[in-house]
C-alpha cells in the first residue's frame, strides 16, 4: 500500500489493470509530439506557399491533444485536416511518406517518429513500472493497449514486455478490424484475452480519446493521466481519478 495514495486499487474490487503506452508507460509521447509536429508543419507550409495563404503551424499542445492524441495514426492525421477544412484523398497504407493523402502523412509521421525513437532511445516512467510490478505481485492481470503499431518495438526498447499478460496495438485492430479510440474496442479487446469483466478492470490513460474508450466499455475505472494541464477534459471524458503521476496510486 503506497503511502498518502490519491487512489487505491483493491483485488476485492478489480482483477486487472489496463495500460495505454505512450504518456502513460514510455516518455514516447513527446517523440510522438514532435513527429506530428514536423509532419504537419512541412505539409502546412508546402500548401500555403502553393495557395498563397498564410502559414498556420501545427499547435503541439493544443492541435495533438484535440485531434491527435491516442487515435489511430490515419485517422490523427484526417481528424487533424479536417480540423483545418483540408481534404485529401485516404490513400492506401502502402502510400510513400512523400504522398499527399491521409495515408502518406501518416507514414512519414511514422518514417520522423522512428528515427527519433532510433535517436533518443525510449525512455519509462518509474512510477508506472513500480506500480506495474506491485500489481503483478497481487495478483493483477495487465494489458497494455495502444493505437501504436510500433508497440512491440517500443516495449522490447525499452525491456518491459514480460510486465503485460497481454498486448492489443494498431496491428491487432488492423488484423481484427477493430475501431480505435474512442472507441472501446481495443480496451474490450484486451479484457476478453485475460478472462475478466470490463467492470472488473481500470484503464489507466493519459488521451481524452482513451479516457472516452475506457468509458464508453463500461470498464469499472478509469484513471486519467494528467500530463499535459487538462485534467478537466480528462475529467469530462469519463476519468474517475485524476493524478499527475502515478505514484499517487496505491495498492492494497
Sequence with gaps: MAACASF????????????????????????????????????????AERLGEPFRPFDPLDDYRRHVDGKPRY?????????????????????????????????????????LMKEQGVEVYPSTLALIRTLKSEGFRTAIVTASKNCTEVLNAAR??????????GLTLQENHLAGK????????????????????IVVEDAIAGVAAGHAGG???IIGVDRAGQAEALRQAGARVVVSDLAEIGVS
Design 8 to 47: 487505491l486499487i483493491s483485488r476485492s474490487d478489480y482483477d486487472a489493470v489496463l495500460f495505454d503506452l505512450d504518456g502513460v508507460v514510455t516518455q514516447t509521447a513527446k517523440l510522438h509530439v514532435a513527429a506530428w509536429k514536423v509532419m504537419f508543419d512541412e505539409f502546412l507550409q508546402r500548401r
Design 219 to 221: 470498464f469499472g475505472c
Design 160 to 169: 518491459i514486455a514480460d510486465l503485460f499478460d497481454t498486448q492489443v496495438d
Design 75 to 115: 485517422h490523427g492525421v484526417a481528424d487533424f485536416l479536417a480540423s483545418r477544412g483540408i481534404e485529401l484523398p485516404w490513400g492506401s497504407p502502402a502510400d510513400p511518406p512523400e504522398r499527399d493523402t491521409v495515408s502518406g502523412l501518416g507514414n512519414r509521421k511514422n518514417v520522423l517518429y522512428l528515427k
Design 182 to 201: 474512442p472507441a472501446p474496442d481495443s480496451f474490450l479487446e484486451a479484457a476478453r484475452r485475460l478472462g475478466v469483466e470490463p467492470i472488473r478492470a
